[in-house]
């Protein structure tokens, strides 16, 4: 469980630096699928619903490999490019969020087999706020296309209410963690 932490903290905190055109992500988004796959892996005989997400994890990794590198060389010169990228991103955080909800509903699996409370109903209220802020952000971003000064202000917002949202969301992972881990010993 506790790499399902380390894998969330990859996926969902996303730091970058832009030096002229390039951007970096110093904590790349593919990394933290990588994780996500091999926690899966090991995770898979506490739950059968771990299994099919190995499939999901994999293939969201190679998109954000590919995004990495697109952000990394890829000079965005058309006009329509940048509406791509966009879709293709708001696509790829919306299956994010379909992943994500099926770790959770995949804890709640292992509690129920286990018989024991590893902290499933406060991480899914947490999952739900990180989604509340992520559709904001999908329906803001057309806003802050085509009106810079109002959506500066509501991206910087909802930039705040974001951060909050998902260190709340990987503190219960955490301590979903540490309830596993006890519960294992027993």
Not at 97 to 126: D, M
């Amino acid at each position: 469980m506790k790499r399902l932490f380390w894998a969330f903290f990859f996926i969902l905190l996303n730091f970058s630096i832009t030096v002229g055109s390039a951007t970096v992500q110093l904590i790349p988004t593919f990394v933290g699928f990588g994780l996500l796959v091999s926690a899966c892996a090991h995770l898979a005989a506490e739950s059968p619903l771990f299994a099919p997400l190995q499939r999901w994890g994999s293939g969201l990794c190679l998109y954000y490999i590919l995004a990495w590198l697109r952000d990394l060389f890829l000079h965005p010169h058309g006009a329509a490019l940048p509406y791509i990228i966009t879709i293709l991103d708001a696509a790829a955080l919306l299956l994010t969020l379909y992943v994500t909800w099926r770790v959770v509903h995949a804890i709640a699996n292992v509690e129920v087999h286990r018989n024991v409370e590893l902290g499933s109903v406060p991480l899914f209220k947490a999952w739900k706020t990180v989604v509340m802020c992520a559709l904001l952000s999908l329906v803001l971003t057309p806003l802050v296309m085509f009106s810079p000064a109002l959506g500066a202000v509501a991206s910087l917002c909802l930039l705040i209410a974001q951060a909050v949202a998902t260190i709340f969301f990987l503190i219960r992972l955490w301590q979903v963690g540490k309830n596993y881990e006890q519960a294992v010993r027993l």
